[in-house]
């Protein structure tokens, strides 16, 4: 079974700086993608950035930007020029690509980041 | 605009009852799923539907049932066998199994 593991259960930032979130998977797959979503207070779940394992390229989204290690099953979260409305909780989640998973997400527990004026 | 829309907001089940919770999206996706999340927690599969007329147990299934009568529509039941149904519950939807899921804006079911 695939499990997601976020081990900074909070984290804090100053407004315009830059910070990085953790996440680690295990996996027996070689094909699969990688998603960090961000659920704000209002607690919808909003799309931040995927990876796809089988690309070496890591993935930008403007400010969001991911390290994706495949040999280390890690998948971290770099955000830059953090603003206000980066506070939120985020979550790092798996699917398998083919098999039998049907598209399931594995989420991790989240990590909540507060960004300060 | 396209979208997953969930209602109610907020629900209220007593005692023995069963409610349901309505999730329905316009993007065209054959693939929908319903989490349930608990607080400080990530979101678990309680129920997925790949087709119309077609539906798989997830991880956290046992208390509840759903059914996909149309590619729009995924009602789940929380019915009174599930004994801790306190919970958010999120409805998402994708173009097929390899596809990114997009949420709806979730329903706080809360016991009275």
């Known amino acids: 079974a695939q499990t997601v593991t976020q081990s900074q259960p909070e984290m804090s930032v100053q407004e315009a700086e830059t910070v990085t979130l953790s996440c680690t998977y295990d996996t027996s797959e070689s094909n699969y993608y990688l998603f960090w979503y961000k659920q704000p207070p209002s607690r919808q779940m909003i799309l931040v950035i995927r990876q796809e394992a089988y690309k070496q390229q890591n993935a930008t989204e403007n400010r969001f930007s991911v390290n994706f290690q495949k040999a280390a099953k890690s998948f971290s979260l770099k955000i830059s020029d953090s603003q206000l409305g980066d506070t939120a909780m985020y979550f790092c989640a798996f699917t398998d690509a083919g098999g039998t998973s049907y598209g399931k997400l594995t989420f991790g527990q989240g990590t909540i980041l507060t960004v300060h004026p | 605009d396209g979208g997953i829309t969930q209602s109610p907001k907020y629900l209220f089940r007593k005692e023995g009852q069963n409610v349901t919770l309505s999730c329905e999206q316009n993007l065209n996706h054959d693939a929908m799923y319903w989490y349930r999340q608990d607080p400080g927690q990530g979101l678990r599969l309680i129920y997925y539907?790949?087709?119309?007329?077609?539906?798989q147990k997830g991880d956290i299934a046992e208390g509840y049932s759903v059914s996909r009568e149309k590619k729009e529509s995924f009602p789940l039941t929380v019915t009174s066998a599930q004994k801790n149904p306190t919970a958010f519950y999120l409805c998402?939807?994708?173009?097929?199994?390899?596809?990114?899921?997009?949420f709806g804006p979730g329903t706080r079911l809360l016991v009275l």
């Open positions: 998402a939807s994708s173009i097929g199994p390899k596809g990114t899921q997009y």
């Open positions: 539907s790949q087709i119309v007329n077609d539906f």
